[in-house]
């Protein structure tokens, strides 16, 4: 089983930052979570969910267009957290912001980007981020 639950979400100005927690449990990803791929994606009111970020199995990353240079993806391998940075937000980051892992490997490269929703199993339920202008 994997269980992902996402925190750090709230309330923020343009300009401002926030950094999202998203800590794994359960006995399928606790002794593989340093080898997991994972992923934060988002959905805005009235939108499709979207990719934001996704680090692969050897800590490679990679970054959806619109965030590209203000957020940051980064997994902490002893307390098996997936964080998310983020810095300059505008209010069209406004969204959900969900937390998902595939436990197996995976590289991420031109071929394979990690960013699809299909390539992820295990989802959080999510946490809240509000952009004000």
């Known amino acids: 089983q994997v269980q992902l639950v996402e925190s750090g979400g709230g309330s923020v100005q343009a300009g401002g930052s926030l950094r999202l927690s998203c800590l794994a449990s359960?006995?399928?990803?606790?002794?593989?979570?340093?080898?997991?791929?994972m992923a934060w994606f988002r959905r805005a009111p009235g939108r499709e969910r979207e990719a934001v970020a996704a680090v692969d199995s050897v800590g490679g990353t990679n970054y959806g267009d619109a965030v590209k240079a203000r957020f940051n993806i980064s997994k902490d391998n002893i307390k098996n957290i997936l964080y998310l940075e983020m810095s300059s937000l505008e209010p069209e980051d406004t969204a959900m912001y969900y937390c998902?892992?595939?436990?197996?490997?995976?590289?991420?490269?031109?071929?394979?980007?990690?960013?699809?929703?299909?390539?992820?199993?295990?989802w959080g339920a999510g946490t809240n981020v509000a952009v004000s202008s």
């Open positions: 359960g006995a399928s990803i606790e002794n593989t979570f340093s080898r997991s791929c």
């Open positions: 998902a892992a595939y436990t197996g490997y995976c590289y991420i490269n031109p071929f394979n980007s990690r960013l699809e929703e299909r390539q992820y199993p295990h």
